[in-house]
């Protein structure tokens, strides 16, 4: 079982480029494919961005993508979310997810198996 502790979040400036972190912890961090989930008040929660076990390949949603880059440390057992040129509609409590063996292709919040308590992002315009 893995345990998965996010932080970065707060409030921040429309355009701001703050990074996300979720610590893994309770298993071998390597093994698992990670995913980046948001949910903003009254919305469901959509996906964000995801990346392999192997760090090899990544796959963003259409409404961050070339703003928002997924990356991994295995030797610190932390996955980050780098988010740039935020926007009002960012705002959200942002999610990191796990699941073993995962790829990159994983955009549904069933796939994942673990999952964070969240971090809060509110963007101010």
């Known amino acids: 079982q893995v345990q998965l502790v996010e932080s970065g979040g707060g409030l921040v400036q429309s355009g701001g480029s703050p990074r996300l972190s979720c610590a893994a912890s309770g298993g071998i961090f390597s093994r698992y494919g990670m995913g980046w989930f948001r949910q903003a008040p009254g919305k469901e929660r959509e996906f964000v961005a995801a990346i392999s076990w192997s760090g090899g390949s990544t796959f963003y949603a259409d409404a961050v993508k070339g703003r928002f880059t997924i990356s991994r440390d295995n030797a610190k057992n932390t996955v980050y979310l780098q988010m740039n040129s935020l926007k009002p509609e960012d705002t959200a409590v942002y999610y990191c997810?796990?699941?073993?063996?995962?790829?990159?292709?994983?955009?549904?919040?069933?796939?994942?198996?673990?999952w964070g308590q969240g971090t809060q992002v509110t963007v101010s315009s």
């Open positions: 997810a796990a699941d073993l063996f995962g790829n990159s292709r994983m955009r549904f919040s069933s796939e994942y198996n673990y």
